[in-house]
């Protein structure tokens, strides 16, 4: 089984007899692979078992959580009791990690949840509201969207604090994407961050847009559509509430449209290949049936794209992985990852 390795860093900030515990956002590692999300938690209430902290994060599709070594690091002056050893299967919650004070005045427990989600076909589109959406339904059986402490017992998706995330991942390549942000408070509160990114991978994330000091996010009255045309590389977008100064969010009717030149005709499927020969040659199988090509790197940046290519491509860029779309004559798209 594949050994996962990551690091949970729990800051613990104490500032009055009655302490906070909190799990920190940052500090999490996967064999290199960062979660799609920082750790997203709901606060325990201290010195009482009966109230626990909820601490989420989301991983990429495929992630193996079921072998996985956990370290959790509660700072200088906290630690954590139990359970130890730490239980090496995270495919489910793993309940009643207690962090205590070192000097025994304080302690705190956690539920910790890893969460990966699967991709959906496009288009994909979220409808909240009472009857359609539920922030408490997740499982593992879930396709196309997970959260990260998400408000609970809603029928929208609420971000109550800092950190807190919700992804989708789909197969397609996307045309556009809409959805309703609402700050639920008047007026926006300039100190607060909220990000809206994209990633083709999982790692590497761009931003489709960012609300500031500059751009202030809508109010809750009147509701407004945001509509961005979107990288046909990306297969995840994400929105993170990064710093929250006051008041909370609601993000409302997410809907990712397919790229209408992404149909895939199977016919080229597997007929398709695109592979370096040489450091500076790439080589594209039954390139006559080719209309046009286009080069991305994982971040989303195109480099390159080329009408009516041949089998023999020119590409001088540096080492890395990249992504080709190939628009064949019949209209069909084909996507190829390949490492130079």
Known sequence: MKKITFLVIASLLFMTSVTAQRIGANG??????????PVGAFNPTNNDASKPGDAQMVFPAGTDLSN?????????DAEVISPIPLPKDWTSTVKNIKIEKTDKTAWAMYDVTLKTIKPAALPLEIKTGAGNFDSNSWTNQTVGWAGAAIDKNQNLIRFGSANRSFVVAFTDAPDSLYYTLKFLASPWDTGNVFDVDGSADGINWTSIHQYNGDNAMPGASPAVV??????????????????????????????????????????????????????NTLHLDNAEHAASIQLYTLTGAKVMEQATPSSTIKFENTSGMYIGIIKMKDGSVISKKFIK
């Open 28 to 37: 999490i590692t996967v064999e290199g692979l960062t979660p799609l999300t």
């Open 68 to 76: 996985v070594s956990v370290t959790i690091s509660a700072g200088a």
């Open 226 to 279: 945001a509509k961005f045309e979107i990288n046909p590389t990306y297969r995840y977008i994400r929105w993170n509430y990064t710093t929250r100064k006051s008041a909370n969010v609601s993000l409302e009717n997410i809907k990712v449209t397919l790229n209408p030149q992404s149909g895939v005709n199977n016919h080229w499927v597997n007929r398709v290949n695109l592979y370096p020969i040489n450091s």
